[in-house]
């Protein structure tokens, strides 16, 4: 740790907000708008460089281009487009659509509509406050159309998990507090909870809980499920399971690869943690109790990783059920009222074990 202290970064919904009001006062003033001020929801506010700024007859447009801070974020370094159109003498209303780079919501769970634009909530309240703050009093009864567009948005989203929520053509406009906090696990806890959402809304009793696409993949091999029951919690196992307990999925399978599974089963609900060496002792400890295993206890406390324990141990049957049956025994004291089962993928793409 270089001791360097984080730098925030700002929301696609926060973005969108600035590009808009920048658009709406280059309508309003008929002339070019080099930066714009917002009060962002968590209660600061925030300055945004305006670029690109064309204005020709009743519409203008311009971008801001998205500042992710120290965050590692697909959509940093985005340009988030807006193009302002007033019709005068016509019905008085806004009108915020999403234009090339955004995507449409395919799927029921998620919180707008199947068939609208992916623009959330709170994004389309910041967006509605700075139209009604740019235009305070209007007395020609006007429409306001605002167009959000990303122009690289939709080859962005291949590298999301939209497509699986039902989100297909591009990105969301996203965001509640118009901040992202650096190395924050928020975005990713926010796409488990939505993507348990949708798998409850598209009819799945089931939720697989993968911490990875390798394990995923295999449990996609051996279960007859729907797309949308596959959820990729990745090192967010304890919230995952919480989510599950809390929207009420009737069953959950947690499918992971030997290594992560002993981070689980070590109690960890967190499972990036670096804690290998006390991982493996803890695994020696259990691997004692048992006639099946204890001959393994004095490999667990000389192998480097735990799988080289799986692999040195000629993938033994006794080992991988113990560890599939600790992580159960976890998973009860996180989530109780969840019925839960266990799938250990292989290294190489195989099942290698499966709890009852």
Known sequence: MSGKELRYGFTTGACAAAAVKAAAQMLRDQGMVREVELMLPCGIGAKFQVHGGVLRDNTAS????????????????????????????????????????????????????VGEWAINPVPRSMILEVVKEVFAVRCIPATLTFTISIPNGEELAKKTLNERLG???????????????????????????????????????????ATGRSSEIVAQKHLSLSEEAFVMMGDHFGYAMRSCATKEVPEVVVAGQFAKLVKIACGHEQTHVTSSQMDLDALAWWLRESPATSHLEQMAREANTARHLLEASGYHPPLMELV???????????????????????YHGELLYFTP
């Open 324 to 346: 599939c049956s600790r992580v159960l025994k976890v998973c009860a004291e996180v989530a109780p009222w969840v019925k839960t089962r266990v799938m250990l993928a292989g």
């Open 62 to 113: 311009c971008y801001v281009v998205k500042d992710a801070g120290d965050d590692p974020d697909v959509t940093n370094g985005a340009e988030i487009h807006v193009t302002a159109r007033v019709e005068f003498f016509s019905k008085n209303q806004i009108v915020i659509e999403g234009g090339t780079g955004i995507g449409r919501v395919t799927k029921p769970g998620l919180a707008v509509p």
């Open 167 to 209: 989100i297909v053509g591009g990105l969301s406009i996203l965001g509640t507090t118009g901040v992202v906090k650096p190395i924050s696990a928020k975005a990713w806890t926010d796409t488990v909870d939505a993507s348990v959402d949708v798998a409850l809304a598209c009819g799945a009793r089931t939720v697989v809980l």
